[in-house]
Structures are given as structure tokens and as C-alpha cells.
């Protein structure tokens, strides 16, 4: 899914940089100032996943901005939009994989970056390692600011990018959220368990390896993999970067001179950690009633089965079968620190997750046995067969999480954090400040 929604973002945004220096856009001098317009990005996307997320986290800044305004890079309309929006000030812009960061002007007979000549701090908001598309992660200009929702991928960014951007570690936000007494307890009575969640087939990905690779790059990958699913690994954070670095120094080669070989090889491993388990989480649940939604199962039998396999995964239509649902079941990405948006959905509606045991709940939710699993199949079928006997026990449980994770998801937390990161990259890359020291020249190229 997140390729899909890369070839579309990028694909559309040409829309608009190609029509950008144009003589409305030439005309135009965009200011930047701290409280004034937010602009949120988005394009088509599966379901309009993207859209829907962005509108979400944005909506938090109405009160502290002089408005928040969504531009579509796939819709032609809205680049007229954009000049009307530019013509005021610009507190910042937020864009998931930042698309439309490269928007351009004509500048005294050059084009420049209409965001970096305004010093107009660009958020790009990231939901995966940043091994997955290294090059969307790179800094492009001196205000351009990476955003990450958990700690793992903030810390391989910092670690493995050289003349990294502005970055920060957000807190999660609810997503869609509605007030606990609009919760449809009856629907969810009579609903069904949903497992949403694209798949994917473990042995396919191991095929390519060996059909595509290098034989011993194949097999070093294949014998990490089978450790990464071991009793022992499987339900910890994986650390791919220094298990391959670890792994072939054994054999005396040092791989972290080339961050795009250990960024595919990180890509690799994680992808396949996550085909497997989400393969475990169907197959433990094909005899139960429960709903299995989303793409790419078709290496799953469901045929004669008790589990339905939906393959719409439009994350809009998605939101009535929360609704309906007593509960959903959750992967995390391979993390531990930060919930995966199905359970940021889950908690925004009201119903009740159940997901691998993860260490952000811990200290958090009280007796964590109650919702979470380890990967063993098991483990699995038994905690979701008891919700599917005992829906009652479901409603209960999600309105509990609702009540304590909605005080900790907080959506000032979240302004808090991105507009500190926003005006120290508005500072950063601006003016020295009138009547201070000059101690420093900001516009120096020294540093």
C-alpha cells in the first residue's frame, strides 16, 4: 500500500511544479509568520488514507492559526487555491512523504523553492523506517523539518542520514475521532471482529531473493529472516541495522559505508517480518467468524473457512466496519514504541484492539493480557475467540482503552510538538532577530 501511495503523491505533484512559475505565482511574496495560515498537503491515495490522516492531525492547529487549508496535488483546481492561500501569511506546511515540497517560482530570472526563499518550515510527515525510500527522508532545503511517530524510525534516521533536517519524535494522535456517547453499542453487539490489513506472501518475497540477488546476499538474508521469526526475536523490536552490520562482520565486512545497500537489506527483512506475521494473524483466525480486510491475500486459503476475506481496503469505508466492529486486530510495523493507526482508529471510534504485546502500553493500560498477544498462533486465535464468544466483553474493554488512551492522545500535545520544531526551523533559517546580540549571523553560510 505504501508504494501505492507514493506513486500517486509524487506521480500528481509535477501538476502543480510544472505550473508554478507561472506570472500569479511570480507575483506573489509569501511571507512567513508564526500563528498565520497552516497548509496540509495530500493526493490521491488508496481510500484517501492520506487526505483523511492529514485533514486529522491539521484540524488540532485551527485554534492557535489564522486558518488550516487542504490543497489535493492531484487536482488541477487547487493550484489556484494555493496562490489565494500564498497571498497571506504562512505559519508552515505539513505533507505526508512530502509531496509538493519542490514547488517553484520565478525569482529574478531563476527559479527558486518558493518554501526555502520564504523560510516557510516544510513538515514531512513519515510512518515507516526511513529504509523504505531513503531518498523521501533526505533534506532538501535548510527549513525542511522530518516528522516520525516512533522512536525506532526517528533514531534510524538520525543515525544513518548525514546533514540530516530538523526532526521530531510526535506523540500519537486520534484519527476520526467521535464522542465516546455517539459510540453505536448495539451495532457492535451483532458486529463482527476485522482484522484490517493489507497482506502479502512471506514465500513470494524469499523467491525474489534468491531469483534476483546475489547468491550469498540471498542467503544471508534468508538465515537472518529465520532468526527475525524465532520464538526468541519475533516479538521484540528488531534492530535490523545492527543485526546485518553484526551479521557480516563476522565475516569481515563492514556494510555501513553504503547506506543504500543497508537501507535495501533493512527494507528487506522488515518486509518480510511483517508478511509473516500478519500471514500467522490470518491463518490462527481462518476457523473464527471474523472479517480479514484488505489486499494481497491470495496466498491464504480461504476457501471453507469460517473468516470472510474482504478485499476492499478503501481506509474511508473502513471507518462504518470500525463502527460496527466490538473490536479490530492490530500488527504494530515492527515497533514498539508508538500504536499503528488502526489502534489511533480504533480508540478515535471507540472499539476495542487487540494486538501484539507492545511496550508504549505498558505502565499505561492495566493488565495488558487482556488485549495483547504474542506471535504464536495459538496465543492468537485464543485471545480473539474469546471477544468473538464474549462481545460484551469487547465493548467494555474498548471503552476503557477509549477513556484512558484519549487523555494521553491529546491533540495539544501534538500542536505543542510541531510548533516548537516549526518555529525553531523558522528561526533557524531566518534573519538574526532585531536588537539581539550578534553573537551569530544567521545568514552566514558557515555552518
Request: charged share 25%; glycine share 6%; net charge negative.
Amino acid at each position: 500500500m505504501l508504494k501505492l501511495i507514493l506513486k500517486d503523491i509524487f506521480g500528481s505533484n509535477k501538476k502543480l511544479v510544472d505550473n508554478a512559475a507561472s506570472q500569479e505565482a511570480q507575483s506573489i511574496s509569501i511571507k512567513q509568520q508564526c500563528g498565520g495560515k497552516v497548509i496540509w498537503f495530500s493526493a490521491d491515495s488508496e481510500g484517501d488514507a492520506l487526505a483523511s490522516m492529514a485533514r486529522d492531525m491539521m484540524d488540532s492547529f485551527s485554534g492557535s492559526s489564522t486558518g488550516v487549508v487542504g490543497i489535493n496535488l492531484s487536482k488541477p483546481e487547487d493550484q489556484s487555491l494555493l496562490w489565494e492561500v500564498l497571498a497571506e501569511p504562512i505559519w508552515f506546511v505539513f505533507s505526508p512523504f512530502g509531496g509538493g515540497q519542490d514547488i517553484s517560482a520565478s525569482r529574478g530570472g531563476r527559479q527558486v523553492n518558493i518554501w526555502e526563499e520564504a523560510g516557510i518550515p516544510f513538515v514531512r510527515v513519515f510512518g515507516d523506517t526511513p529504509a523504505y525510500f531513503p531518498g523521501k527522508h533526505v533534506r532538501r532545503f535548510r527549513n525542511s523539518i522530518n516528522c516520525y511517530h516512533d522512536r525506532s524510525h526517528w533514531d534510524f534516521y538520525r543515525r544513518w542520514f548525514a546533514d540530516p533536517a530538523y526532526s521530531v519524535l510526535v506523540p500519537p494522535t486520534l484519527l476520526d475521532a467521535i464522542p465516546l456517547e455517539a459510540v453505536d453499542v448495539e451495532s457492535k453487539r451483532s458486529g463482527k471482529i476485522i482484522f484490517p490489513k493489507n497482506g502479502n506472501s512471506p514465500r513470494q518475497l524469499i523467491d525474489y531473493w534468491k531469483a534476483a540477488l546475489p547468491p550469498h546476499i540471498a542467503t544471508a538474508l534468508e538465515q537472518l529472516a529465520e532468526e527475525s521469526i524465532s520464538k526468541e526475536w519475533i516479538n521484540r523490536e528488531p534492530c535490523l541495522d545492527d543485526r546485518l552490520i553484526s551479521f557480516f562482520m563476522q565475516n569481515d565486512m563492514d556494510l555501513s559505508a553504503s547506506r543504500p545497500l543497508l537501507c535495501f537489506l533493512v527494507a528487506q527483512l522488515d518486509d518480510y517480518i511483517r508478511r509473516v506475521k500478519s500471514a500467522m494473524i490470518a491463518e490462527a483466525l481462518l476457523d473464527l467468524p471474523i472479517i480479514i480486510r484488505g489486499r494481497f491475500w491470495d496466498h491464504i486459503d480461504f476457501k471453507g473457512k469460517r473468516a470472510v476475506h474482504d478485499p476492499d481496503s478503501d481506509f474511508v469505508r473502513t471507518r462504518a466496519l470500525i463502527d460496527q466492529a466490538p473490536a479490530i486486530v492490530d500488527m504494530s510495523p515492527n515497533t514498539q514504541h508508538s500504536p499503528h493507526d488502526r489502534v489511533r482508529r480504533a480508540v478515535s471510534r471507540g472499539t476495542a484492539f487487540l494486538s501484539n504485546r507492545l511496550s508504549c502500553f505498558d505502565g499505561v493500560l492495566s493488565t495488558p493480557e487482556r488485549f495483547s498477544f504474542e506471535f504464536e498462533r495459538t496465543a492468537i486465535r485464543t485471545l480473539v475467540e474469546h471477544y468473538v464468544s464474549c462481545p460484551a466483553d469487547a465493548i467494555e474493554l474498548g471503552i476503557e482503552q477509549a477513556t484512558v488512551l484519549r487523555k494521553l492522545y491529546r491533540p495539544e500535545a501534538f500542536v505543542e510538538s510541531i510548533s516548537r520544531v516549526v518555529d525553531a526551523a523558522a528561526l533557524g533559517c531566518g534573519a538574526r532577530p532585531a536588537g539581539t546580540q550578534d553573537f551569530v549571523s544567521f545568514a552566514s553560510s558557515w555552518a
